[in-house]
């Protein structure tokens, strides 16, 4: 390929390129996803069983392995895609395997630019962001500008692909090649012990979560998806990762904070600067 991102159209041709005759490349599609009624448990050993299949795929002669979560549904929970990707590079590495095979991740989870980095340094070769296209081919009809599907697409990898670039450029590092798998990332928030496990060689000074919590963040969001709650009938929950949202991620600096400094430093009132600096520091909030 001659870039990472792939369309619909050429995952499939990847995905298919072991019926073409005289070719060296066979590809096998792993599921990343497993039966919710396991339970957020289950994830440990979901995650075991993708790298057992990843493992038996290799000596089984396929050199192309598609991770997919395709199959979520309502019935169907999806391991995160960059957990599923990173202990499967690893351990093919550890097998001594890893040189042997390329991994191809069939995703709704990457829509922006960090997102496919991450998967990058943690081994992905090549990243179908399906749910992104999707997205876009929604939006189309309400853009001022009328383009066809395919030109949205062909935008859309044109931006991540430059978002790649300049990524990498800031790194010093000059192709996809040397940046894939390269793992120039620190974790925060996350706990030695799974780090070390799945995402074997990344420095981590900030304990956090495990396996456990992730599991359950993720079945959490799965049960909100296609549970009956009717805030979500109709829309994406607002998540609230770059600005303050209500229902969204929590901040620091929310319109009560920002109340109170302004009526502290206006006013002179050092009770609303107590309780300003009272919520800024209280972090459980």
């Not at 062909?154 to 940046?179: F, N, P, W």
């Amino acid at each position: 390929v001659s870039q990472p991102i792939l369309s619909n159209e050429e995952l499939e041709r990847i995905r298919t390129i072991g019926a073409v005759s005289d070719n060296p490349f066979r590809t096998a599609t792993i599921d990343v996803t497993y039966d919710v009624a396991n339970g957020p448990e289950y994830m440990a050993a979901a995650l075991d069983s993708v790298c057992a299949l990843a493992e038996r795929a290799v000596a089984d002669g396929y050199n192309i392995i598609i991770l997919s979560d395709r199959a979520l549904s309502a019935e169907r929970v999806p391991i995160p895609a960059l957990l599923a990707t990173s202990a499967s590079h690893h351990h093919l590495i550890r097998k001594g395997l890893r040189t042997s095979v390329g991994l191809v991740v069939e995703t709704g989870e990457a829509r922006e630019v960090h997102q496919f980095c991450v998967l990058a340094g943690y081994g992905a070769e090549a990243i179908n962001p399906y749910l992104a296209f999707e997205t876009i081919e929604a939006m189309l009809p309400t853009l001022e500008e009328k383009i066809a599907a395919p030109e949205g697409q062909k935008r859309y990898i044109k931006a991540i692909d430059k978002g790649l670039l300049k990524v990498m450029s800031k790194m010093g590092i000059s192709t996809y090649q040397s940046y894939c798998g390269a793992q120039i990332f620190d974790a925060v928030g996350l706990s030695s012990d799974f780090v070390a496990r799945y995402f074997t060689g990344t420095a981590t000074t900030i304990e956090g979560v495990g396996i456990k919590e992730i599991a359950e963040e993720t079945v959490r969001r799965h049960a909100a998806a296609y549970g009956d709650n009717p805030i979500y009938q109709g829309m994406l929950d607002v998540g609230g990762d770059y600005q303050f949202r209500l229902r969204g991620e929590a901040h620091a600096w929310t319109p009560e904070t920002v109340r109170d400094l302004q009526h502290a430093v206006r006013g002179n009132i050092p009770a609303k600067f107590t309780e300003f600096t009272r919520k800024i520091d209280d972090q459980s909030e």
